[in-house]
Nanobody
Framework: VQLQASGGGLVQPGGSLRLSCVAS????????MNWYRQTPGKQRELVAM???????AYKESVKGRFAISGDYARNAVSLQMNSLKPEDTAVYYC?????????????????WGQGTLVTVSS
């Protein structure tokens, strides 16, 4: 399974960007889609998540500015980022959790996109 992310770039403070990510390949049952970000020397952090039942959660610092949306029919997830701040600068990664149900139980697979750079600077 491959995740293809797009939409990063350079934007001025206060501006907006929309990140998109789509999965392709042999997919079982994706139930959770996430966006993470990472800056040099820091751990990757969860920014936003959306479940198949449309439950969402956000990192506190992006609440009210970022909005995640998921299309589970297309295995695609987007992140609308508004009112961007310099501290939002990071490489953003999409992540999807795929579940395979078998007679022996459930296997969970974790997929990552290649990362897309978002730079917020004047």
């Amino acid at each position: 399974v491959q995740l293809q992310a797009s939409g990063g770039g350079l934007v001025q403070p206060g501006g907006s960007l929309r990140l998109s990510c789509v999965a392709s390949g042999s997919i079982f049952d994706i139930r959770v889609m996430n966006w993470y970000r990472q800056t040099p020397g820091k751990q990757r952090e969860l920014v936003a998540m959306i479940t198949r039942s449309n439950t969402t959660a956000y990192k506190e610092s992006v609440k009210g500015r970022f909005a995640i949306s998921g299309d589970y029919a297309r295995n695609a997830v987007s992140l609308q980022m508004n009112s961007l701040k310099p501290e939002d600068t990071a490489v953003y990664y999409c992540n999807m959790k795929d579940f395979q149900t078998t007679e022996g139980g459930t296997n969970e697979y974790n997929y990552w996109g290649q990362g897309t750079l978002v730079t917020v600077s004047s």
